[in-house]
């Protein structure tokens, strides 16, 4: 099926909604009569026994022994070939029998042998090759011994075409054989090679429309698996924004409470950094609520990188905003400069963030806190370490240190957090990636 037939994909950012699945009709371009037979197969199924009802009938105008078993015959073969579709082999016993019957006892086929052939056909078309090859040979077979047992029924038959000027003349008995027999089998393989063809083409629009179905689930597990990533990203924004900033908030706030009376301008100094940190914060969350809105309204793939990538001042003025805070932050650099990548960036700046965060929330007592960047030919090392100073250092919840392994492993990296020393430390390797280097 072309690429251009798939149903629209849902946008990325919105919750996928699973597509209707294709159905054979889709797949096959059919006129209007073929369609509506494919739509209302039962009015198909009418068209068939009238096909073989109708001109049966018309052999009661002619003398006939036992026209009621006669009647009786085609009506059971025409309610018979009413189910071939659920019971093809079954309609087809019934065809060969009713063939036999109507030959012995009412010396007239009855166009059994047209039902036959119909009943070949659901076989071919609803069974495999080798069971419809088989039972095209057993009908022939069938037939052939019907004919045979009642050979002299059609040399009268052809004598009286004789008699009234109808044909010329009389043939043998072995030439109405060969020619009954050349008809019969004719008509079978005719009915036989029909089904094939239709039930090859059914399986193989069946396996198109299988495919097609396949392909649209997958992108729809794929567009889902994007929206849970997205999610997980903006949660993950939103945790480190809002985590860096309270924590920030509320250490500048009990600074300032603690100064107000004895050092007034430290004290005006913390709330200006308060309201700064404030207004900061609500610009980030602002930003990163902008991208979403962009993504819905625009259906455009993010590409993971905050609005605004951090840069290297960036990374200085946060380290300022821990320090106003109460951190003895130290930064000690080596190796080359950073690449300024915008993922990359973001990276190593929620790294540090992150860990100095929860130095601030946990380990608000340490004497030391050590920030080393240093990077290599492939790769960047961030170690934030801190002691545990006046207190012990108190557990956090963990989902920090997660959403960091998620953006470090994004890069193929790693991060590492625990005891040392006597306090904490949160050790990540980011290799650089290629279209930085």
Do not use: C
């Not at 060969?178 to 036989?192: F, H, K, Q, R, T």
């Not at 790693?414 to 990540?428: D, K, L």
Request: net charge neutral; charged share 20%; proline share 7%.
């Amino acid at each position: 099926m072309p690429a251009g037939d798939l149903p629209p994909a849902p946008a990325v950012g919105v919750p996928a909604v699973r597509t209707a699945p294709f159905t054979a009709l889709q797949a096959r371009r059919l006129g209007p009569v073929r369609r509506w037979f494919a739509e209302h197969p039962r009015g198909t199924d009418v068209v068939v026994v009238a096909w073989f009802l109708l001109p049966s009938l018309i052999s009661l105008f002619f003398p006939i022994r036992y026209p009621g078993l006669h009647v009786a015959l085609i009506a059971l073969t025409s309610a018979a070939l009413w189910f071939r579709r659920r019971y093809p082999l079954h309609v087809l016993a019934w065809t060969l029998v009713a063939a036999a019957i109507s030959s012995a006892f009412v010396h007239n086929s009855g166009g059994h042998e047209f039902a036959a052939a119909l009943a070949i056909y659901a076989v071919a078309s609803l069974r495999p090759p080798r069971v419809a090859w088989i039972a095209a040979i057993l009908t022939v077979l069938a037939l052939s011994a019907t004919v045979w047992f009642t050979l002299d029924f059609y040399v009268a038959a052809e004598a009286v075409e004789v008699d009234v000027g109808m044909s010329g003349p009389p043939a043998t008995r072995t030439q109405t054989l060969v020619g009954v027999l050349s008809w019969m089998v004719v008509v079978i393989l005719v009915a036989l090679a029909i089904g094939t063809s239709v039930r090859s083409r059914r399986l193989h629009t069946q396996d198109l429309v299988d495919r097609a179905n396949r392909l649209a689930l997958e992108r729809d597990q794929r567009e889902q698996l994007a929206t849970v990533s997205e999610r997980a990203r903006i949660a993950r924004e939103m945790h480190d924004v809002v985590a860096h900033s309270v924590s920030v908030m509320v250490a500048l706030a009990d600074g300032a409470g603690a100064s107000m009376d004895k050092q007034p301008e430290r004290t005006r100094a913390a709330l200006a950094e308060l309201s700064r940190t404030g207004r900061d914060a609500l610009s980030e969350i602002r930003s990163i609520l902008g991208v979403l809105r962009t993504e819905e309204s625009e259906d455009v793939p993010f590409d993971g990188a905050a609005p605004l990538a951090p840069t290297a001042g960036d990374l200085d003025e946060l380290l300022g905003r821990f320090r106003a805070a109460g951190l003895p932050v130290e930064r000690v650099d080596s190796g080359p400069p950073l690449p300024q990548q915008p993922r990359f960036t973001l990276t190593v700046y929620r790294v540090v963030q992150e860990s100095l965060t929860n130095v601030l929330r946990y380990a608000s007592g340490a004497s030391s806190v050590r920030v080393e960047i240093s990077r290599d030919d492939d790769a960047a090392t961030v170690v934030v370490s801190n002691d545990a100073g006046t207190g012990a250092v108190q557990p956090g919840s963990g989902s920090g240190l997660l959403g960091l392994r998620e953006r470090v492993g994004a890069f193929g990296g790693t991060v590492i957090a625990g005891p040392h020393a006597n306090g904490w430390r949160v050790h990540a390797t980011i290799p650089i990636p290629p279209e930085a280097t």
